[in-house]
């Protein structure tokens, strides 16, 4: 069981930037992988960004590659998103999710993970 709780939103203007810090609890953060979604209103949930149990890998929507990196500290528990070149069509609430490793999994889907954060608002003024 993890709890996840994000931080860091908030609002900016197109070109800004912004870093998402998501905590979680529990002494077995480092075995699970994590990511971050987004949504707008009216639209799905989508996947932003993903990290390995290690760090040692990401994966990135092509929306985002490039501008946003996201990496993890174990020691602290903690995930981050740093959002750099934000535009308008960044405007969503940001999402941190938690999975167990398993071969096969969708990490882009919304299913493959089992905990989920509060969300928090990014709003990206033109």
């Known amino acids: 069981q993890v709890q996840l709780v994000e931080s860091g939103g908030g609002l900016v203007q197109a070109g800004g930037s912004l870093r998402l810090s998501c905590a979680a609890s529990g002494r077995t953060f480092s075995s699970y992988a994590m990511a971050w979604f987004r949504q707008a209103p009216g639209k799905e949930r989508e996947f932003v960004a993903a990290?390995?149990?290690?760090?040692?890998?990401?994966y990135y929507a092509d929306s985002v590659k490039g501008r946003f990196t996201i990496s993890r500290d174990n020691a602290k528990n903690t995930v981050y998103l740093q959002m750099n070149s934000l535009k308008p069509e960044d405007t969503a609430v940001y999402y941190c999710?938690?999975?167990?490793?398993?071969?096969?999994?969708?990490?882009?889907?919304?299913?493959?993970?089992?905990?989920w954060g509060q969300g928090t608002q990014v709003t990206v003024s033109s």
């Open positions: 990290i390995s149990w290690s760090g040692g890998n990401t």
């Open positions: 999710a938690a999975r167990m490793p398993r071969l096969g999994a969708n990490i882009m889907g919304v299913m493959a993970y089992s905990y």
